[in-house]
């Protein structure tokens, strides 16, 4: 029960990466705040999260809108005291598909990804980081992905927004590590998605030196590991939770 006690707010909870790692922080012992954009999904997911014995509020809406999200990370402090763990799980849309190379780019859509994958981070944390600086404690990750570090052909605007979560991470944790706050990013690579054709995740399971797709419950325990007091002396990294797909194989 590492997570007795703590309040955890988790983005993107509905499925995925997000559920995975809620799933783990109810297992120990969390209380928890989840939000989607999709309600029915949400419910689901709050229900199933229960069953671990554990309290789950739900605010279903989109974190790039900032009403919507001061009401809720408001209400989150206001019905639990505290919020001391956020998981800012939101990425993706909108929408990825079709990507196009940058010179015939449009500027509106180039935005629209900045908003999914760098501010919506930016307003939960800029919400909850006050409250927990004040009680001198606090445990942040934000998820990035490989496209980041690696670059993404015909993916230039979310590729650079996930690097934008680098920069600002460690910008960041320079400045809380002092009053009681880890900030990290988890550089994600080759974990399931329902949209990726079979010859894209046949090369992405080349590339990785364990041959195969990453269970979600392998990236939600790593998650949890960063947002445990087990990981007290890490702050302003980017960690690769990637099958090694970040560092290349040199042998066929």
């Known amino acids: 029960m590492r997570f007795a006690g703590k309040v955890a707010l988790v983005t993107g909870a509905g499925r995925g990466i997000g559920f995975a790692s809620a799933t783990e922080l109810a297992r120990g012992g969390a209380s928890l705040v989840i939000n989607d954009m999709d309600g029915e999904r949400l419910e689901a997911a709050a229900a199933e999260l229960r069953g671990h014995g554990v309290e789950v509020t739900t605010h279903a809406g989109?974190?790039?809108?900032?009403?919507?999200?001061?009401?809720?990370?408001?209400?989150?402090?206001?019905?639990?005291?505290?919020?001391?763990l956020l998981l800012n799980n939101v990425g993706g849309g909108p929408p990825m598909t079709p990507w196009a190379e940058f010179a015939a780019s449009d500027l509106a859509h180039f935005r629209a990804i900045f908003?999914?994958?760098f501010f919506s981070?930016?307003?939960?944390?800029?919400?909850?980081?006050?409250?927990?600086?004040?009680?001198?404690?606090?445990?942040?990750?934000?998820?990035s992905s490989m496209s980041a570090v690696l670059g993404q052909e015909s993916g230039s605007a979310y590729a650079s927004g996930k690097m934008a979560l680098h920069a600002l991470v460690s910008s960041?944790?320079?400045?809380?590590?002092?009053?009681?706050?880890?900030?990290?990013?988890?550089?994600?690579?080759?974990?399931?998605?329902?949209?990726?054709?079979?010859g894209r995740q046949a090369y992405l399971d080349k590339l990785s030196h364990f041959g195969r797709?990453?269970?979600?419950?392998?990236?939600?325990?790593?998650?949890?590991?960063?947002?445990?007091?087990?990981?007290?002396?890490?702050?302003?990294?980017?960690?690769?939770?990637?099958?090694?797909?970040?560092?290349?194989?040199?042998?066929?």
Do not use: W
């Open 62 to 84: 989109s974190v790039t809108d900032a009403a919507f999200v001061e009401a809720m990370t408001t209400r989150a402090v206001a019905d639990h005291g505290k919020v001391d």
């Open 115 to 117: 908003e999914v994958n």
């Open 121 to 143: 981070q930016v307003l939960v944390l800029r919400a909850l980081l006050p409250g927990m600086i004040e009680r001198g404690y606090g445990k942040v990750v934000c998820v």
């Open 172 to 198: 960041v944790s320079k400045e809380v590590a002092r009053k009681g706050v880890n900030i990290n990013a988890v550089v994600l690579g080759n974990p399931p998605h329902p949209s990726r054709t079979e």
């Open 213 to 252: 797709v990453g269970d979600l419950a392998e990236f939600g325990r790593a998650i949890a590991f960063l947002l445990s007091d087990d990981a007290s002396y890490i702050s302003g990294a980017a960690i690769p939770i990637d099958g090694g797909l970040l560092t290349p194989r040199l042998n066929e």
